[in-house]
């Protein structure tokens, strides 16, 4: 059973930067496409980056060209990093498989100000 940890977010003004990351225990990972979702209250998670096993991303419109997915499969660590920020970017961050087969973890909060 693999568990996913999310961690890094926190509280940074527009423009700004941040590296979040999630860390899975268990076997299984290395093999997976892994992406990013967000959530904002009232509203479903949305998928805004993946990564596949051998490396090929692939990002939502509203994030393209400022966010950069990677992994690392030796550290079993899936990493968000995100440049450029902006107010409508503060959201609950979640990794996960895609599709979406794994627990949830608790997230990760990212608030940007404006």
């Known amino acids: 059973q693999v568990q996913l940890v999310e961690s890094g977010g926190g509280l940074v003004q527009a423009g700004g930067s941040l590296r979040i990351s999630c860390a899975a225990s268990g076997s299984g990972f290395s093999g997976n496409t892994m992406g990013w979702y967000r959530q904002t209250p009232g509203k479903q998670r949305d998928l805004v980056a993946f990564?596949?096993?051998?490396?090929?991303?692939n990002y939502a419109d509203s994030v393209k060209g400022r966010f950069t997915i990677s992994r690392d499969s030796a550290k079993n660590t899936v990493y968000l990093q995100m440049n450029s920020l902006k107010p409508e970017d503060t959201a609950v961050y979640y990794c996960?498989?895609?599709?979406?087969?794994?627990?949830w973890g608790q997230g990760t909060q990212v608030t940007v100000s404006s």
């Open positions: 990564i596949t096993s051998g490396g090929t991303t």
């Open positions: 996960n498989s895609v599709p979406r087969f794994l627990s």
